[in-house]
T-cell receptor
Framework: GAVVSQHPSRVICKSGTSVKIECRSLDFQATTMFWYRQFPKQSLMLMATSNEGSKATYEQGVEKDKFLINHASLTLSTLTVTSAHPEDSSFYIC???????????FGPGTRLTVT | SQQGEEDPQALSIQEGENATMNCSYKTSINNLQWYRQNSGRGLVHLILIRSNEREKHSGRLRVTLDTSKKSSSLLITASRAADTASYFCATEISGNNRLAFGKGNQVVVIP
């Protein structure tokens, strides 16, 4: 089956710094990838749609200047949490799917802890 | 906004028993998907049922979809300890693979 990877799996950073998370589709090309955030014991919340070669589309309430998304190639999207604060601590998960597959494949997630 | 919403449940069952969980949603859908998440991990796609399907099987999984009631159920038969996980349903937002997830059901299978 299709594989999506994320890096890093876990990151701890100090408040005020920026953190970059990578999402890669390993065996298919993805013109679109999705970024979700999950707080402990809660469900996933869609943050934004990453579009290859164009600007990301953000969900209502998500600050685009804080969560920078770049989709520079058909297999890589990056999410940068800028000026991170403790409330940004969360589990960030990306997904992608082969064209016309109808289903999404999720990365293993990145645990971000901001101290 | 969340379109897929399960009745929040925390199931604790004995190995070998069946586990049933439900999901309701609010708008029309193209399909509904179920995912499993082990603690602290990513999601694993379990099954997708299209809006013109009423029931679908995959191994020990059985999914039903009632579009008139805007609800779905996931049945895991003959549960195993390895089935211990959280289970989420998800529906597409606007038909472009953007997913809205429900609250999730935590299932604990006791060996």
């Amino acid at each position: 089956g299709a594989v999506v990877s994320q890096h890093p799996s876990r990151v701890i950073c100090k408040s005020g710094t920026s953190v970059k998370i990578e999402c890669r589709s390993l065996d298919f090309q993805a013109t679109t990838m999705f970024w979700y955030r999950q707080f402990p014991k809660q469900s996933l919340m869609l943050m934004a749609t990453s579009n290859e070669g164009s600007k990301a589309t953000y969900e209502q309430g998500v600050e685009k200047d804080k969560f920078l998304i770049n989709h520079a190639s058909l297999t890589l999207s990056t999410l940068t949490v800028t000026s991170a604060h403790p409330e940004d601590s969360s589990f960030y998960i990306c997904s992608a799917g082969p064209p016309a597959a109808g289903e999404q494949y999720f990365g293993p997630g990145t645990r971000l802890t901001v101290t | 906004s969340q379109q897929g919403e399960e009745d929040p449940q925390a199931l604790s069952i004995q190995e070998g028993e069946n586990a049933t969980m439900n999901c309701s949603y609010k708008t029309s859908i193209n399909n509904l998907q179920w995912y499993r998440q082990n603690s602290g991990r990513g999601l694993v796609h379990l099954i997708l049922i299209r809006s013109n399907e009423r029931e679908k099987h995959s191994g020990r999984l059985r999914v039903t979809l009632d579009t008139s009631k805007k609800s779905s159920s996931l049945l895991i038969t003959a549960s195993r300890a390895a089935d211990t996980a959280s289970y989420f349903c998800a529906t597409e937002i606007s038909g472009n693979n953007r997913l809205a997830f429900g609250k999730g059901n935590q299932v604990v299978v006791i060996p």
